[in-house]
């Protein structure tokens, strides 16, 4: 092993170091086993009544009541006497004030926020001189503040809070006593507390393209009590840098609590949210033990990408003794929800007996002897594995701290004798890091971490090996620090209908594809596109041919779109949504297939409109534009009365699909039908009407995968509110998904209609039905729908929609912003 760490630190600005004007280097983990804080009395008063608090935040153990903050009477164990926040058990934030038992003011906020795999940005204000009397007590959350409140109680004016007091302690991270400790368990960065001055977001961030991001807050006027943290001291993490040597005195934190993961330099961690079996994460979500059961696994919060050399290290904390071993780890294609038998289905893990020289290989699901390393030394528990993932060769090398050498005789910096060349991945798969436990000793559980950079590496990274880190990501190709943004291809837009003609603004573009329902009432799927031209309509949940309405919508805008008088689009009073895709105008002739197609194709962003007549034969095959093999074609006859047709050769298999506009499941008896795709044209085998016939017209939307912009895939249900977890590698802007076991409809969410978790409001592509109409729910879904996460989405809602245990399901999802630089939310 050559490289240092050294090394692998002063690449952390490759791949889009440049987005953010000020970077933040630290951040302080809190275990809450360790029950763990930071506190200090201050020693000289300061104002009750106008106090701000701003910190980043990145979530380990949810479930939990967790303190941000609190200052009181260290007496008090029951908060009688103090002004505090945190969340609660069902990840909500309470920010509080009370005097004698008695509540002065309290906010809770409606919204849930239990995203662990990206920061948050939380600030709280006390500002009880506000004349406004429902600004006395504000939560503000990556910039934006909280209006949904569950409760809303706000202080008289001039009320005084517990903050500056000189007979009140001030606890980070923990509350009232040990026996009440509400103990945090995150990450937290950039702590700061200005006293005396009632300041809004921007004073600590700012929003660039859409994304929520620090400021350098040195220069602030912190007031008598106030600090700024910025964890810089490992010895000394209470230290404040403010200039007031406001210093706190620790408690359970030590100098390894010190973080490189920050708000500007994301870090994996193990997904918390991804599994649904019984494992508890701790140490910064670093470490996961199996609670009960045989084999489960969790993975990365990060995808491995496509491209670049990666390093990361694994420690077998406490793994059992038991045969086959109860611990072990490696790269995977997993499943959605950590459930099953080693709980992936393609790639490789390496399993130890400690005490013993003997390892145990699987390798895509199955055990494979003939592959297994016998090492040199007997393995103990605590000792670490290093992994060496090429990710252009695909090859894999394993790193032993016992034997402290590469296993067989592997090189990674040359590239030679790896441990495993992985199989090669289908369109939209991805690999992970992933880490499997069990209890197969007598019922006593094994325990596993990962170190992704977090701590300096036992080994070293081999030459040009990188950390797995958000600055070393490769810079996608559209977000936030790229050439083209995501609102700029994929955007939603709300509206009010008015009756008359109506301009549709803030779409960010000029959309080339627009499909609007009416939100209120009843009303079908209007989808307009250039190529047809604005005028001419088809509905998504209606067999009907094409028509011609101007007043649903008259043309496409430089930054939106037209509605008249109809009542589809702009009924009085009615609310609508707009989703609207960029592609590439009107379109051109396209002579790939053998039927010339008009085509529409935004190659960026993976999206193509086609439109084209049928032949007179069978195995026609028409120009997509692309450039690259679609994931997903929606396909309409649009001269006649006729169904929709969707088809997914990779998702759904080459002679499967469903229709658009009915509830049914997956048919598989549509053999010949569909033909593999290329990179340039979509392939019909049989001369049918639904697809190409002599003197009939069609529309189809071809979609290709674009990495942190467009996901399209399948999941597996699990029948529980704690639903599995899909990675799309982006926030997802919308996602629409289908039961394709059953009789189920095509659901769809976005982040406009529901600005914050849970996302609950759902329309049917396949329905005319209202927002969120019983229909939809078909009388056995909840009335919860799903997270919109940073690096995903995760179902909270069971039922044949969304989430019927041992059901398959497809999705489609479009980015907000790509992961590598996406705010928790």
């Known amino acids: 092993m050559s490289a240092s760490k050294n090394l692998i630190q002063a690449a952390a600005g490759v791949g889009g170091g440049d987005f953010y004007s000020y970077t933040v280097d630290y951040s302080a983990r809190f275990n809450d086993n360790d029950s763990a804080y930071l506190y200090r009395t201050p020693s000289s008063a300061g104002s009750q009544d106008a106090t701000t608090i701003s910190v980043w935040v990145k979530r380990g153990n949810q479930g939990i009541y967790s303190s941000i903050f609190w200052q009181g009477n260290s007496a008090d164990g029951n908060h009688n006497n103090s002004t505090y926040a945190y969340w609660n058990t069902d990840n909500s934030i309470q920010f509080m004030s009370e005097t004698s038992g008695s509540t002065i003011g309290r906010v809770e906020t409606t919204p849930l926020y239990r995203d662990s795999s990206g920061w948050y940005h939380l600030v709280f204000v006390y500002d009880s001189a506000n004349a406004t009397a429902n600004d006395r007590m504000r939560i503000y959350v990556n910039g934006e503040r909280v209006t949904a409140l569950d409760i809303n109680t706000m202080p008289s004016q001039n009320a005084d809070s517990q903050f500056n007091r000189t007979d009140r302690i001030l606890r980070l991270g923990g509350s009232a006593g040990s026996a009440t400790g509400y103990f945090a368990d995150c990450y937290f960065s950039q702590y700061v507390l200005v006293d005396g001055t009632a300041l809004d977001p921007t004073s600590f961030g700012q929003f660039k393209n859409g994304v929520w991001i620090p400021k350098n807050v040195s220069g602030l006027t912190f007031g ?215 209890t197969n000793d007598s019922g006593r559980w094994s325990k596993i971490g990962v170190n992704f950079g977090q701590y300096a590496f036992v080994g070293s990274a081999p030459t040009d090996f990188l950390e797995l880190k958000a600055a070393n990501l490769p810079e996608p190709t559209i977000g936030p620090n790229s050439a083209t943004l995501s609102d700029e291809n994929f955007n939603t837009v709300l509206w009010t209908g008015t009756g008359a003609t109506n301009n549709i603004t803030g779409v960010g573009f000029q959309p080339d594809l627009t499909w609007i329902k009416q939100r209120d009432t009843s009303q079908n799927n209007v989808l307009h596109d250039a190529v047809r031209g604005a005028g001419k309509y088809i509905m998504s949940d209606s067999t009907n041919a094409e028509a011609t309405n101007t007043n649903q919508l008259s043309s496409f805008d430089t930054d939106g779109f037209t509605v008249g008088t109809a009542s589809s689009t702009n009924q009085s009073g009615s609310t609508f949504v707009g989703w609207n895709w960029k592609a590439n105008g009107s379109g051109v002739s396209n002579t790939d297939g053998s039927i010339t197609s008009t085509v529409s194709a935004n190659q960026d962003a993976g999206i193509s409109i086609i439109k084209y007549s049928g032949g007179s034969s069978a195995n026609q095959t028409i120009g997509h534009g692309l450039g690259v093999k679609p994931k997903m074609v929606i396909l309409k006859n649009i001269s006649i009365t006729y169904d929709w047709y969707v088809f997914s050769e990779d998702i759904l298999g080459l002679n499967n699909g469903l229709d658009l506009n009915t509830v049914d499941a997956l048919n598989t008896t549509w053999s010949g039908y569909k033909l593999a795709d290329t990179s340039s044209v979509i392939s019909f085998g049989t001369y049918w009407e639904g697809t190409g016939y002599s003197g009939y017209d069609y529309l189809a939307l071809a979609f290709a995968e674009v990495e942190g912009f467009s996901k399209f895939g399948k999941y597996t249900g699990n029948g529980s509110t704690n639903g599995p977890f899909v990675y799309t590698g982006f926030r997802p802007a919308w996602v629409m998904v289908k039961n394709i076991s059953g009789t189920a409809h095509w659901i769809i969410y976005d982040n ?64 907000e912003n790509p992961f590598k630089y996406s705010n928790a939310r």
């Open 224 to 438: 008598t009590n106030g600090f700024y943290l910025d964890f810089a001291d490992s010895s000394a993490l209470g230290n404040d840098v403010s200039g007031n040597n406001n210093d706190f005195t620790s408690s359970g934190l030590t100098s390894s609590d010190q973080m490189p993961d920050t708000p500007t330099n994301n870090y994996p961690t193990l997904q918390a949210t991804f599994s649904t079996s019984a494992t508890t994460y701790s140490n910064g979500n670093l470490e996961a033990q199996q609670d009960s059961g045989a084999y489960k696994h969790t993975r990365a919060t990060f995808g491995l990408p496509t491209t670049g050399k990666w390093y990361w290290e694994v420690q077998f904390i406490d793994a059992r003794v038991s045969d086959p071993p109860s611990t072990a780890f490696g790269i995977g294609v997993s499943d959605n929800d950590g459930i099953g038998d080693q709980g992936y289905s393609t790639g490789a893990v390496f399993s130890i007996v400690p005490g013993s020289t003997t390892t145990y290989t699987y390798e895509d699901n199955a055990y494979t002897p003939a592959d297994n390393i016998t090492l040199s030394n007997a393995v103990v528990d605590g000792d670490w594995f290093g992994i060496a993932y090429d990710a252009d060769t695909r090859k894999m090398w394993l790193w032993s701290e016992r034997d402290n050498t590469w296993l067989a005789s592997g090189d990674p910096a040359n590239g030679t004798n790896p441990w495993k060349t992985l199989t090669a991945l289908s369109a939209g798969q991805t690999y992970f890091p992933i880490a499997l436990t069990s």
């Open 752 to 815: 406009n209609r529901d600005i914050f978790n849970v996302a609950g409001r759902r329309l049917g592509a396949n329905l005319a039905d209202s927002e969120n109409q019983d229909n939809i729910n078909l009388g056995t879904d909840t009335s919860v729908g799903i997270d919109l996460l940073s690096n995903g989405f995760k179902l909270r809602v069971t039922g044949p929609n969304h989430n019927t245990s041992g059901s398959s399901y497809i999705y489609m999802a479009f980015a």
